[in-house]
């Protein structure tokens, strides 16, 4: 009966957690819609500014125009609730964390955050000038370039989600050996797959130029370095400082996790 109730009383803080968050985001949203054009023209402006003189983006659809806008601002309104977000998660599994996990697992969700948001930056202020810049520049004689506003949000979320996975690898590698799911050894080994893995992936989600897949394939790499540089210090500090608890710290350890202490 006790477990039946610490159940139920879980998915009751679960439900009311996941109901700040997206009242965070319905509120972020809100402030923010009135901006939508804005912020939409703010996405569009790496397109816009590779255009030819007179050049325009268009819609397709009878409420694209719409839409379109209110999507963008959702987006926005989600990445900027998302530390709140993060936070209603955190508090959530917390006290089901050991001591040591805790310290580790908020760094991680912080750093997570910026390095995914500097991925999106990288893409918004480098990336996408040279790729429109490339598109724009082959277009055919006589040949206008008039993107759908709907077809070019698809294509700017996906190199946005593309970029701000890309910047989580060091991340990834960290966590990888920092539990000993594999060693520092292993990912040295794994370098000329890890390359060739980052000019697939850079062919599969960039335009078919060389200057945007490099602009993708080269950070992944060097991510990847990074990430087993810094696993190593991790790892230093992980061996140095282990030490297997006794039975009655064990013991203490579950009773906290059992009450619900954080």
């Known amino acids: 009966m006790d477990q039946q109730e610490t159940f139920v009383s879980h998915l009751v803080e679960?439900?009311?957690r996941l109901l700040r968050a997206l009242i965070a985001w319905l509120l972020v949203f809100?402030?923010?819609f009135p901006w939508a054009r804005d912020l939409y023209t703010l996405l569009a402006k790496p397109l816009l500014a590779k255009l030819p003189q007179g050049g325009q983006m268009i819609a397709t659809e009878v409420v694209t125009p719409f839409f379109v806008p209110v999507k963008v601002a959702m987006l926005t309104g989600f990445l900027v609730a998302l530390p709140y977000i993060l936070y209603q998660l955190w508090a959530f599994v917390a006290p089901g964390l050991y001591s040591h996990e805790k310290r580790l697992v908020l760094?991680?969700?912080?750093?997570?955050t910026v390095l995914f948001a500097a991925g999106m930056a990288f893409a918004y202020f480098l990336v996408m000038p040279v790729v429109f810049g490339f598109i724009t520049a082959i277009a055919p004689e006589g040949v206008?370039?008039?993107?759908d506003i709907s077809k070019y949000l698809d294509f700017v979320m996906t190199l946005f989600l593309a970029f701000g996975i890309t910047f989580e690898v060091p991340i990834a590698v960290i966590v990888l050996v920092r539990f000993g799911v594999v060693s520092i050894d292993k990912l040295k080994?794994?370098?000329?797959y890890v390359i060739v893995g980052a000019f697939v992936i850079a062919a599969i989600v960039t335009p078919p130029d060389v200057i945007s897949q490099i602009m993708l394939a080269v950070p992944l790499c060097l991510l990847y370095e990074a990430g087993i540089f810094l696993a190593?210090?991790?790892?230093?500090?992980?061996?140095?400082?282990y030490r297997p608890l006794s039975d009655e710290e064990m013991e203490r350890?579950?009773?906290r996790?059992?009450?619900?202490e954080h």
Do not use: K, Y
Request: aromatic share 6%.
């Open 253 to 255: 350890e579950l009773d």
């Open 107 to 112: 760094p991680l969700v912080v750093s997570s």
């Open 144 to 147: 206008a370039v008039m993107t």
């Open 232 to 241: 190593r210090f991790f790892a230093r500090r992980a061996e140095e400082g």
């Open 257 to 260: 996790i059992e009450r619900g």
């Open 14 to 16: 679960l439900r009311d």
């Open 189 to 192: 080994q794994a370098r000329p």
């Open 30 to 32: 809100a402030v923010l």
